[in-house]
């Protein structure tokens, strides 16, 4: 072995090595680098008791209620399996819509509703104009219709 | 017809070579530049659930993706020049740094500014964020650690090891959408799937990334000669080139 060989197989050993050191803490570490939690975990009681986190989901179609006199408003955070209600006061995000992705941050209470301070809307990958959006719902429309027969 | 590659791996052909070559990808970056913004500007449909605020996609994600692409070619040549001790491979290295931490800022930015309007926030350390955050150190530490060593030969061996030890961020980044649960959405481009983006809309997109790999070939064979002559300027080759006025 040429002594440069000897050297670039050090080199590629030393970053392989570092390489799966790094995948074990971040292995260990991943209960902490998960930014929010699904109504499932929380139902599972995963999710830190008495102490702020976040919740993650889709805002349940039809579950938004907005107060009149304020800027509070209720709506339930789904991960299709489970459903935790929150209450928020303050400016929703543009993109805060049913049926769309929401991370919300706060602390869960005694009576299991998230009291919310912080709601940031979470979109999806997929950008399309909107004749396509509207397109692909009249499919998915169809396709129900169809399946109920 | 054989080709000598090595003769190009000496800094000396490098040095006419790249000055030959630094026009043609200029006037290449201009064109699809040009195109790649009209593509996004006027050809490309609004979006439907984004509007047009959409459109700052066709700077955020070739940004991005030259962010870690640039880091992976940097390493790359930092690591041949450790192991092979060629020059040339440590002074592309060198060169490739401020572009890719150019490249990481504006992704970083333009994330930012897209962020507020859409998910109601500048910034969230979730791990897509905070692991581009952490390339931009790394950009930095590479150019701030070779700026303090003197011996160029010496800086060049103490940035390798920051670029080699840093490579094992590039995936992370990359996957932390699948991996993690993250605001950041996950890929709208990938290798295995079916795009999940408007034709136009992608087109537009794809033009921008040639557009920066044009732009970013130029600026970094342009920094490669002016490296080359700041550490050949004791040979007699830049002393000629000197004479004639060749600079």
Redesign the interface.
Known sequence: MKPRHKKLSIIIAGVAALGVASVLVLNAFQSNLVFFFSPSQVAAKEAPIGKSFRIGGLVEAGSVKREDSSTTVRFAVTDTAKTIPVVYTGILPDLFREGKGVVAQGKISADGIFMADEVLAKHDENYMPPEAAEALEQAGKAQKASLAQ | MAINWFKYSSPASFYSLAGKMIPVFVFVALILLAAGLYVGFFVA??????GEA?RI?FIHVPAAWMSMFLYVVMAFWA?IG????TRLSSMLATAIAPTGAMFTFIALWTGALWGK?????WW????RLTSELILFFLYIGFMSLQAAIDDPRRADKAGAIIA??G??NIP?IYFSVQW????H????VSVNQAP???ST?LTGMLIMVFASWMYSIAVILKRTRIIILERESHTVWVAELQKKGAM
């Open positions: 449909p609004t979006d439907f659930q984004q959409y996609i690591g450790l192991a092979f001790n309007p859409m998910w109601g926030t969230v350390w979730d791990a080699l030890v490579v094992v992370i993690w649960n993250t605001l959405q996950g890929a709208s999940a983006m408007a809309m």
